[in-house]
């Protein structure tokens, strides 16, 4: 892991900017210290050697207390740097200091974490249910499998049987239809009772989802209290990945839970999750609403 993370120092130099006091602690070659990044990839490799200035040589060593001892522009970049030493000073009692800095921006003097990663990964442009998989207060490993599945990466029967790897793609909750993404989340006999039991308990009217975009526009479209909407999320995405582990637990390990049973264990882990969130001030009307119908019958069949 060490050696992974020293592989990174090259991307964490383009960071890294000095601000010059004394000059004794900044390296003149290897250190950000003007605005042309560090002077060795600026000026060629060969250059110290004909200016007289080691590699190790520390900007305060480049300096004699009256000027600077550099001379002479042979190419257009050392012209740009003494350019730039005219307006540089050192100042003999002021330690130099490490400022962060993104690439080509202003130094400052704190870490900005979100801003590095923005830099250093490789971003794609956004997607148009990005909130409606992750927002605060969400459960990870629940809007992983609802990331997932608005990729449209989940491994279905259906889309196994397509690439060979197994021959029966019925679904194993109504085991009449065959198991599409839109069949086993929205439509299957068995989710669309687990659909029923959770808007009820939301106190929202039944949508039937047809299909996954149907799903999402649902989603999105806003509640009539603005203060449902992430437990309108939280409760979509709790119910998917119940589907999804009620489904494997059927075929992995032959155990069936009926869709009662699956409600009782999605209620108590979204009753957790609002416990947990409960210090998250946008979100400290969950459990209130989630509890409100807590005592109502289940939806009649
Ligand atoms: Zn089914």
Redesign the pocket.
């Known amino acids: 892991m060490w050696k992974q993370m020293l592989k990174l120092r090259p991307t964490a130099k383009t960071f890294l900017s000095c601000s010059l006091g004394n000059g004794k602690s900044c390296s003149f070659w290897y250190d950000t210290w003007t605005p042309f990044g560090d002077l060795i990839t600026f000026l060629g490799a060969d250059e110290h050697q004909r200016i007289g200035l080691p590699l190790d040589s520390t900007v305060a060593q480049a300096h004699t207390g009256i000027g600077w001892r550099i001379r002479g522009a042979r190419t257009q970049n050392m012209e740009l740097l003494l350019i730039h030493l005219t307006e540089t000073t050192l100042s003999e009692n002021v330690k130099d200091i490490y400022l962060w800095a993104k690439p080509n921006g202003d130094p400052q003097d704190r870490f900005g974490f979100s801003d590095t990663w923005n830099m250093c990964r490789l971003s794609a442009q956004q997607v148009h249910w990005h909130n409606q998989v992750w927002f605060t207060g969400s459960i990870p490993k629940h809007s992983f499998i609802m990331w997932l599945c608005c990729l449209d990466r989940m491994p279905t029967l259906s889309r196994l049987r397509n690439w060979g790897i197994v021959e029966d793609d019925t679904?194993h909750?109504?085991?009449?239809?065959f198991?599409t993404k839109d069949?086993?989340f929205l439509t299957?006999?068995?989710?669309f009772d687990l659909w029923r039991w959770c808007l009820r308990r939301l106190q929202m009217p039944f949508i039937d989802f047809n299909t996954w975009e149907s799903f999402l526009l649902w989603l999105k479209s806003p509640s009539n209290e603005e203060k449902m909407t992430p437990i309108k999320l939280i409760a979509a995405q709790a119910v998917i990945y119940s589907i999804w582990h009620e489904r494997n637990a059927r075929i992995f390990t032959g155990i069936r839970t009926p869709v009662e049973g699956l409600f009782a264990q999605l209620d108590r882990r979204i009753r957790n999750t609002c416990s947990a969130r409960h210090c998250i001030l946008k979100l400290q009307d969950m459990l209130m609403l989630w509890f409100r119908t807590s005592t109502i019958a289940p939806p009649p069949s």
């Open positions: 679904c909750l109504c085991e009449i239809y198991e069949h086993l299957c006999p068995y989710s």
